[in-house]
Nanobody, 127 residues
C-alpha cells in the first residue's frame, strides 16, 4: 500500500533551519506530484509548497516564499522541504501529500487535490 513517511521535524530556535524529508513507497513516485502542508493547533491544514514530477515547477504559499525550498529526488522516492529563517508562527505538524498525477491543475494549494497523506512530523520553533 502507499506509504508516506515524514522525518526531520524537531525543536529549533527562531532563525534556525530544518530539513524535512518524506519517503514514499507503494506508488510510482516519479509519476506523482507532491506537496507539503502544515497544521497548527486549532487551525485548518494549510498549503506550504508543491512540486511537479520533474521538479521543474514549484509552488509556494506566501508565508514560505523566500524561506522554504521544496525539492525531490525521484531516484530515492523522496521529497524534501528545506526551511530556513524559521519563525515561531511556523510551528505546526507538517504533512507530506501525494497527488495521483504528475502535474498540478491550478488547485495545487487545496487539500482535496491530493490523494495520499503521511502521518506528519512536528516542527516547533521557539522564540
Amino acid at each position: 500500500q502507499v506509504q508516506l513517511v515524514e522525518s526531520g521535524g524537531g525543536l529549533v530556535q527562531a532563525g534556525g533551519s530544518l530539513r524535512l524529508s518524506c519517503a514514499a513507497s507503494g506508488l510510482p513516485f516519479s509519476s506523482y506530484a507532491m506537496g507539503w502542508f502544515r497544521q497548527a493547533p486549532r487551525k485548518e491544514r494549510e498549503f506550504v509548497a508543491a512540486i511537479n514530477w520533474t521538479g521543474g515547477n514549484v509552488y509556494y504559499a506566501g508565508s514560505a516564499k523566500g524561506r522554504f525550498t521544496i525539492t525531490r529526488d525521484n531516484a530515492k522516492n523522496t521529497v524534501y522541504l528545506q526551511m530556513n529563517s524559521l519563525k515561531p508562527e511556523d510551528t505546526a505538524v507538517y504533512y507530506c501529500a501525494a497527488k495521483r498525477t504528475p502535474v498540478f491543475s491550478r488547485n495545487y494549494y487545496l487539500v482535496t487535490e491530493y490523494n495520499y497523506w503521511g502521518q506528519g512530523t512536528q516542527v516547533t520553533v521557539s522564540s
